[in-house]
């Protein structure tokens, strides 16, 4: 009966990897989260999210930022590229994390994102929070404000910590 158990698991754990690697190869075909920005199925739901937005930073606007890798993530039924970019020279100063919507998988129907404003320098005694300001672009829902918080507080260890 054990050996039975273990094949299951074992079983189960390939088919799991089995499904997971392809969408993690495909997903890597898109680079870096900045250049997401300029790809013909996402710059109109980006372009979309950033229309009509007020001062944004000349950086944000001309698509010049500091970027890293996305991560894509399915959850119910719903696929979402996260990722995040800054002001070159100057990342701790002026982030943003955006979220795209996929509908397929070369094409999102949505995006959001949230610029994180942080004044430096600051005292080290309060966390980054208390000298952060946020803006939300796209009228996110509290899912994908609490998807792009998730993000900001994995990029920045002392955002709800004093150093």
Not at 22 to 35: D, K, N, Q, V
Not at 56 to 74: C, F, H, I, K, V
Not at 85 to 106: L, S, V
């Amino acid at each position: 009966m054990r050996r039975i158990v273990e094949f299951l698991i074992l079983a189960i754990a390939i088919v799991a990897i089995a499904l997971a690697v392809p969408t993690l190869i495909h997903a890597s075909e898109y680079g870096i989260f900045l250049e997401l920005t300029h790809k013909p199925g996402f710059q109109p739901a980006w372009d979309a999210m950033l229309r009509g937005e007020p001062t944004l930073p000349a950086w944000l606007r001309g698509g010049q930022g500091t970027s890293s890798e996305y991560t894509a993530r399915a959850t119910d039924g719903q696929t979402y590229i996260t990722g995040d970019m800054c002001k070159p020279h100057d990342c701790p100063a002026q982030q943003i994390f955006g979220a795209f919507r996929m509908d397929t998988p070369e094409h999102a129907n949505a995006a959001w994102a949230v610029l994180v404003e942080v004044h430096y320098p600051h005292p080290t005694d309060r966390p980054a929070s208390a000298y952060a300001k946020l803006r939300w672009l796209g009228h996110p829902d509290e899912y994908i404000k609490a998807l792009l918080m998730k993000n900001v507080r994995r990029a920045n260890p002392d955002w709800d910590h004093a150093s």
